[in-house]
């Protein structure tokens, strides 16, 4: 018996090389697809510009708390703002509050009271951004 198939029925066993031109494109698409998850990756797990945290809260009563936060950023002449919130004992956020961190070289310390609908057990900074609210950076009160 032969071993040979018969080439009309399977096709031929030559390979077909891929042209350079192709091969310098897949090249340059995948190294543009590293760059690009690499970028995005580093935006994401690099340290972040602003960073806020909790340095004390004090329970005032079953309405309001008083928390101090620390914030740091990389440019220290930008004004930022934070949400300070409150929990209660089950987790639930009771209370939220935006406030302005005004410009300030190095490390700011605020102090806010933060109106609660239930008695709250811990108070905490959610997160902080460079995009100030206008509300905040105008000193105006919300309408609506």
């Known amino acids: 018996m032969s071993s040979q198939v018969p080439e009309g029925r399977y096709g031929s066993r030559a390979r077909r090389s891929v042209p350079p031109v192709a091969r310098w494109a897949l090249a340059g698409l995948a190294?543009?697809?590293?760059?690009?998850?690499?970028l995005?990756?580093?935006?994401?797990?690099?340290?972040?510009?602003i960073e806020g945290k909790q340095t004390a809260f004090a329970v005032l009563d079953d309405g309001s708390m008083k928390v101090t936060a620390e914030v740091q950023r990389d440019d220290p002449a930008k004004a930022a703002a934070c949400?300070?919130?409150?929990?209660?004992?089950?987790?639930?956020e009771v209370g939220r509050k935006e406030i302005l961190v005004p410009p300030a070289d190095g490390t700011?310390?605020?102090?806010?009271?933060?109106?609660t609908s239930h008695r709250a057990t811990i108070g905490e900074v959610y997160g902080c951004t460079y995009r100030v609210p206008e509300?905040?950076?105008?000193?105006?009160?919300?309408?609506?």
């Open 40 to 49: 995005v990756g580093y935006q994401n797990l690099g340290s972040p510009p």
């Open 135 to 144: 509300y905040l950076s105008t000193h105006q009160r919300p309408t609506g």
């Open 83 to 92: 949400v300070i919130r409150g929990r209660a004992e089950s987790g639930e």
């Open 108 to 115: 700011i310390q605020l102090s806010t009271v933060l109106r």
């Open 31 to 38: 190294i543009a697809v590293l760059v690009a998850v690499a």
